[in-house]
């Protein structure tokens, strides 16, 4: 590793340790793949944010990353992400629902916390999924990945 690597490796290690404003953390995905347990316990180790792994393709004028910490900002956070799953519906022409393959109308689609409000998530647009109102008010503040392989595993029992 040349110098400059080794500069660029600690100034992003020093990022995740030490950020207090970003709304949320962010690596390439190279950087990411390389050096994942330690970008995974720099964030452990960083008390403002809650460890998380979000992959998305693009975000804005950011692509291929991963979100690896997102910032509860401590205040009430209004609910502003209804506007998010009517647009997600509007430009993703039979789209379905990430837990129950229901078809999304705007009638029935909502925007649903990745991780929830109340165990410090927020509104940020790489924090939610779009799903069914059934799906989201089931769901609740369970742990996505729970939730999400509890009804992939009730649709298996389903066909079996």
């Avoid at 992003?12 to 995905?29: M, N, P, Q, R, Y």
């Avoid at 997102?70 to 502003?80: P, Q, W």
């Avoid at 789209?95 to 998530?121: F, R, V």
């Amino acid at each position: 590793m040349s110098i400059y690597n080794l500069m660029d490796f600690l100034k992003k290690i020093k990022f995740l340790l030490t950020s207090e404003h970003s709304h949320f953390l962010s690596v390439d995905k190279k950087f990411y793949k390389k050096w994942k347990w330690i970008v995974v316990m720099s964030v452990k180790l960083n008390k403002n944010y809650k460890s998380v792994e979000i992959f998305r393709k693009k975000f804005k004028l950011l692509e291929d990353f991963v979100v690896v910490g997102l910032k509860y900002n401590g205040k009430n956070v209004r609910r502003r992400t209804a506007g998010f799953a009517k647009d997600f519906v509007e430009q993703n022409k039979n789209a379905k629902c990430i837990y129950c393959d229901e078809i999304l109308t705007t009638e029935n689609a909502t925007a649903d916390h990745i991780i929830p409000i109340s165990e410090g998530g927020n509104n940020a647009q790489v924090n939610l999924v779009v799903c069914c109102k059934d799906c989201n008010n089931e769901r609740g503040n369970l742990d996505f990945k729970y939730y999400l392989s509890k009804k992939n595993l009730n649709k298996i029992k389903h066909f079996i």
